[in-house]
């Protein structure tokens, strides 16, 4: 347990004690104070009255300690000024210049790990996309190291409903096999860029009645990269602190100003982003407007890159895939539905997505790429996902989280803010999934009923103490 204990309080129950007018002088020398003069022989002379009484002392802060502890949970400030307090922090891999290729052969991955990740992916994929409106992008590998940090700290059946839906076993060693994951993945030099970045948040308010388990923290900085702050939500600008966190390792792709839970113990945050040239750049010159009909029968007029050259593509039932190579070896899937089938249709199935996003079955040919430009970003609320897929101990109040700490948490919110952006030179995408977990999660009932007011209906005020203001009946909401 980390704890941090206030130097004025100490000499605040000194003086009391001995209404010393020594303590009092150290009061005004405490570092954090409005005062903050010399007087060095004061000093000397409160060296020499505490050598005195030293043993005394020593058992009168230990005392005093004890007693503060609960106490430091609390702050009468709710709006001081966040201050983030950084625990521990993690040594990144060296970046690794653009024209060196011994990353990848120096951290290897087993590919029971890249089909696991994978495998999550495609089973988050189609409810993620079939039930969005409008543009959308998500990262299924921000969320996946998020959940894997998250289930690092789980025990018992919480954690194996965790470790299924992560596609690994009790023995799999998933904390492990993500550090090697992250060590072949990152990417860091003058063409292209793939970082992930993770860091846990406790919070500071409530810090000295919490307890982490040390073993917990070690790995979460060791095999997932995380740094580690204290920080009082409560406090004005605690989500701003956390923003900019996600600014800083997004490259300001996604700077959100998070909606911080005071009552959470913990929230724990991934970032991913990724930056990659065209192995062939597109031309400017023949950049084009063009037209974009929309499923609605509406149209928008939109800027269109044009390319032509050999490569490879699909044809698969209902759609063409073709897929353009990027400098660092990654590559750029586009799918696109035929006439009359909808991109839904296409996404309503995990297997269907395998298909899309395969290279197994491709023919070569010469690809006319005409592409808008696009850039947009997107936030989705993950928790209800997760939850049809099998994980549901982890928000109940039977969450079992004692690999993390002592504190009873849950899982309360999982969200997902992300950024893409093509051009003529290149992709640019963002990702950060937030997890946060508090005390105590609320039981949602399985039954759900519909209130859409959209008929004749009666209303109501009550005051706080239950007595009826106001009753009356709507029977028409035009009518002033």
Not at 197 to 204: G, M, Q, R
Not at 217 to 235: E, T
Not at 437 to 450: F, G
Request: hydrophobic content about 40%; some cysteine; charged content about 15%.
């Amino acid at each position: 347990m980390y704890e941090i204990i206030s130097l004025s309080f100490v000499t605040k129950v000194m003086s009391i004690i001995f209404n010393s007018k020594y303590c009092q002088m150290l009061i005004m020398f405490n570092p954090c104070s409005i005062q903050n003069n010399c007087y060095p022989n004061c000093i000397l002379s409160l060296k020499s009255e505490l050598r005195k009484m030293k043993r005394l002392i020593t058992g009168i802060i230990a005392v005093a300690v004890l007693a503060y502890l609960p106490a430091c949970a609390q702050t009468d400030d709710k709006t001081a000024t966040a201050s983030p307090e950084l625990i521990a922090s993690p040594s990144y891999p060296a970046a690794v210049a653009f024209d060196a290729n011994t990353l990848r052969v120096k951290y290897s991955v087993e590919n029971s790990t890249k089909n696991a990740v994978n495998t999550f992916a495609y089973k988050t994929l189609s409810p993620v996309l079939a039930n969005s409106e409008g543009n959308t992008c998500f990262s299924p590998l921000s969320l996946y190291y998020a959940l894997a940090l998250v289930t690092a700290g789980a025990a018992g059946t919480t954690q194996q409903e965790m470790l299924s839906l992560l596609n690994f076993s009790a023995d799999g060693n998933l904390s492990a096999r993500c550090a090697d994951m992250y060590e072949q993945l990152y990417t860091d030099n003058e063409i292209s860029k793939l970082k992930i970045a993770d860091s846990l948040w406790v919070n500071n308010s409530i810090w000295p009645s919490i307890e982490l388990n040390k073993s917990y923290l070690d790995s979460a900085v060791s095999d997932f990269f995380s740094s580690v702050f204290k920080l009082d939500f409560s406090s004005a600008g605690a989500g701003k602190e956390m923003g900019q966190w996600i600014s800083d390792n997004t490259n300001g792709a996604r700077s959100p100003s998070i909606d911080v839970d005071n009552s959470a113990v913990i929230s724990i945050l991934n970032t991913v982003y990724f930056y990659d040239q065209w192995t062939t750049e597109f031309d400017e010159k023949i950049t084009r407007q063009d037209t974009f009909y929309l499923d609605s029968g509406d149209t928008v007029n939109c800027s269109f890159m044009n390319k032509e050259y050999s490569g490879d593509y699909h044809k698969g039932e209902g759609y063409t895939s073709s897929w353009i190579q990027l400098r660092n070896g990654g590559i750029m899937f586009f799918v696109l539905p035929d006439e009359g089938v909808s991109v839904e249709t296409l996404v309503a199935s995990e297997d269907s997505l395998k298909s899309m996003f395969s290279q197994d079955e491709k023919t070569p040919g010469i690809i006319v790429w005409s592409i808008p430009k696009y850039s947009f970003g997107t936030t989705l609320s993950l928790q209800d996902m997760l939850k049809t897929l099998g994980m549901t101990l982890a928000f109940s109040n039977n969450a079992d989280f004692s690999n993390m700490t002592n504190a009873p948490v849950c899982i309360s919110k999982i969200q997902q803010g992300t950024h893409i952006a093509i051009d003529e030179k290149g992709v640019e995408a963002a990702a950060y999934t937030e997890i946060i977990l508090p005390p105590t999660c609320p039981e949602l009932p399985d039954q759900k009923v519909e209130m859409v007011l959209n008929r004749p209906f009666l209303f109501g005020i009550v005051a706080p103490n239950g007595t009826l203001l106001f009753v009356g009946v709507c029977s028409n909401p035009a009518e002033n």
